[in-house]
T-cell receptor, first 113, second 112 residues
Framework: EAEVAQSPRYKITEKSQAVAFWCDPISGHATLYWYRQILGQGPELLVQFQDESVVDDSQLPKDRFSAERLKGVDSTLKIQPAELGDSAMYLC???????????FGQGTRLTVV | GDSVTQMEGPVTLSEEAFLTINCTYTATGYPSLFWYVQYPGEGLQLLLKATKADDKGSNKGFEATYRKETTSFHLEKGSVQVSDSAVYFCALSDQAGTALIFGKGTTLSVSS
């Protein structure tokens, strides 16, 4: 069964350091999402890609966060510099053009110390 | 803007009890509605969905009916198991391709 792959699963980083997360969506899925989930809350959208183009990054803190999907396949989310408040689960999801449902990866648990 | 409101948890039940988790939504159009489940330390898995009014989504004994008149999509299961213990999220999407908007989640704990 096709899955969304994310790495790493866990990341501990010091405040002010740079950190990056990688996501490989289900093959053929044109839409890719990055969500942030704070403990005890629902996921909140950070950025949405359609192929290699950003569709929605209105909630992305652009002073420290960046995201790219250069060839319209896999994607990288970067934080620089990391802050204590960035500790959260970062979830990647993908969907096809036809269906609204999104398929999620296992997430990257980030802890900033 | 669009939003989803779920009943607050935790919900604590004994095995074989009946489960209801309430979900209501606010949307300008005709959204698709979803229930996702998240097990500890994992990502979200789609549990069921409904794309138009009066549709019933079902999976693994869980059911939810899209009620446009009450803007609700309540999750039900007739007999819960310990393995159902997880966090359940109600979500909506305005149309195919738009990002999901999630509720805050409801934690279900089932004891034997």
């Amino acid at each position: 069964e096709a899955e969304v792959a994310q790495s790493p699963r866990y990341k501990i980083t010091e405040k002010s350091q740079a950190v990056a997360f990688w996501c490989d969506p289900i093959s053929g899925h044109a839409t890719l999402y990055w969500y942030r989930q704070i403990l005890g809350q629902g996921p909140e959208l950070l950025v949405q890609f359609q192929d290699e183009s950003v569709v929605d990054d209105s909630q992305l803190p652009k002073d420290r966060f960046s995201a790219e999907r250069l060839k319209g396949v896999d994607s990288t989310l970067k934080i620089q510099p990391a802050e204590l408040g960035d500790s959260a689960m970062y979830l990647c999801a993908s969907s096809s053009i036809v269906n609204a449902e999104a398929f999620f990866g296992q997430g990257t648990r980030l802890t900033v110390v | 803007g669009d939003s989803v409101t779920q009943m607050e948890g935790p919900v604590t039940l004994s095995e074989e009890a009946f489960l209801t988790i309430n979900c209501t939504y606010t949307a300008t159009g005709y959204p698709s509605l979803f229930w996702y489940v998240q097990y500890p330390g994992e990502g979200l898995q789609l549990l069921l969905k409904a794309t138009k009014a009066d549709d019933k989504g079902s999976n693994k004994g869980f059911e939810a009916t899209y009620r446009k008149e009450t803007t609700s999509f309540h999750l039900e299961k007739g007999s819960v198991q310990v393995s159902d213990s997880a966090v359940y999220f109600c979500a909506l999407s305005d149309q195919a391709g738009t990002a999901l908007i999630f509720g805050k989640g409801t934690t279900l704990s089932v004891s034997s």
